[in-house]
């Protein structure tokens, strides 16, 4: 049986997207180590079908913090026998490929986003070079990867002339039954708008805010955590929408599913602050679809040109907020369109989901000499 060891940069909990994969590797023959870090509000991992491990570090975030993580993760690696080592993302690639490098194993990469494009490093361009430097320095040496969609699998190809499989941020698919209202209890008459991930800067999640001073018949539910979210909690104070605007703090991904399942309209309104989130395709318009949930996103490129194919809700760049909420209000009260949408809703899920991705997924491995 061969040991392969994910590594991430965050505390296990909530990321879905590396859940998934340990499980297909798993369930697919191999012995998976998922690698984290462990910070002071870390919840319990729960029992799952492949090895966790927390490195604890005195630093939070910055430059240490990343040399830190590197550090242990590179220890680990050279202390454990390791068949296939999988790099998440840019942060956690240094220790990972020069470990490989090392035992002379083979390195996977794994980009969730353009790193080196995040809207935090837009106007820091000094720890913007310095993650270019080592994107230079790595990444074209990496014969393995994959990443989230077409837009950032050809941006790499044009820049370091490597090839990158897709493997989209999509759900399990979901068989038992949606049902309303069952997690947050809010009045049946009422619509339910919700964001859930990360909250961080540029998403959009402000402009929803300012618009639900239009929008007397909705909640807004924000469920996820992030730099940003003591800011929102104070807007939403400012405007007085304490009692319409809802904060559910990080929740794991397995009781996440409740609270989608709950909404009537899924926001992803990226603003485009850089190319990451330009050719974005986050893993929460896929968890709506899942649920059947129709949607409101960014018109860029891949996000836009899922929902379109698939006519599922409406894209969207307006942020006036008084023009956004007339815009939310119009999906609502057209209710024709909106079962349209909700059919529509049934073939993308069916299409949409991990159980046809992780084919891609599992061929990748099966070069990496995984299996």
């Given at each position: 049986m061969k040991h392969i060891t994910l590594s991430v940069t965050n505390d296990l909990i909530t990321d879905q997207r590396v859940a998934r994969i340990?499980?297909?590797?798993?369930?697919?023959?191999?012995?998976?180590?998922?690698?984290?870090?462990?910070?002071?509000?870390?919840?319990?991992?729960?029992?799952?079908?492949?090895?966790?491990?927390?490195?604890?570090?005195?630093?939070?975030?910055?430059?240490?913090?990343?040399?830190?993580?590197?550090?242990?993760?590179?220890?680990?690696?050279?202390?454990?026998?390791?068949?296939?080592?999988?790099?998440?993302?840019?942060?956690?690639?240094?220790?990972?490929?020069?470990?490989?490098?090392?035992?002379?194993?083979?390195?996977?990469?794994?980009?969730?986003?353009?790193?080196?494009?995040?809207?935090e490093l837009q106007d820091r361009p000094t720890v913007q070079r310095m993650w270019e430097r080592i994107e230079n320095l790595f990444l074209p040496k990496v014969k393995y990867a994959y990443t989230v969609c077409h837009s950032i699998a050809m941006y790499y190809h044009a820049k370091y002339g490597i090839h990158m499989e897709v493997v989209r941020n999509v759900p399990l698919r979901m068989r038992e039954e949606v049902f309303v209202n069952p997690v947050l209890n809010l009045p049946a008459d009422k619509k339910i708008i919700l964001y859930q991930g990360a909250l961080n800067l540029g998403r959009?999640?402000?402009?929803?805010?300012?618009?639900?001073?239009?929008?007397?018949?909705?909640?807004?539910?924000?469920?996820?955590?992030?730099?940003?979210?003591?800011?929102?909690?104070?807007?939403?104070?400012?405007?007085?929408?304490?009692e319409r605007v809802l904060f559910t703090g990080k929740i794991p991904y397995k009781q996440l599913k409740g609270y989608t399942q709950s909404a009537h309209l899924g926001i992803s309104l990226e603003e485009n602050l850089g190319l990451n989130y330009y050719y974005s395709l986050p893993n929460k318009l896929f968890d709506y679809i899942q649920s059947q949930v129709p949607v409101l996103v960014s018109d860029f490129p891949e996000s836009g040109a899922v929902v379109k194919r698939y006519n599922i809700g409406l894209t969207t760049n307006e942020s006036d907020p008084e023009k956004l909420a007339a815009l939310i209000n119009s999906m609502f009260a057209d209710e024709a369109r909106y079962e349209t949408w909700k059919v529509n809703l049934q073939k993308a899920a069916d299409e949409l989901c991990w159980e046809n991705e992780e084919r891609i997924l599992l061929k990748v491995y099966e070069r990496a000499g995984a299996f």
């Open positions: 340990a499980g297909t590797l798993s369930d697919a023959g191999a012995r998976v180590s998922l690698l984290g870090v462990k910070r002071p509000d870390c919840k319990p991992v729960p029992e799952l079908v492949y090895e966790t491990k927390r490195f604890w570090t005195p630093f939070q975030k910055g430059p240490l913090f990343y040399a830190y993580i590197n550090f242990r993760l590179f220890i680990y690696f050279l202390v454990t026998r390791i068949d296939v080592l999988v790099a998440n993302d840019l942060d956690t690639l240094p220790a990972n490929a020069l470990a490989a490098r090392i035992k002379r194993i083979p390195l996977v990469y794994d980009s969730h986003e353009l790193f080196t494009e995040v809207p959009g999640i402000e402009q929803v805010i300012d618009a639900m001073c239009y929008l007397d018949s909705c909640f807004f539910v924000i469920a996820g955590d992030g730099d940003v979210a003591q800011q929102l909690r104070d807007r939403v104070k400012e405007k007085e929408l304490t």
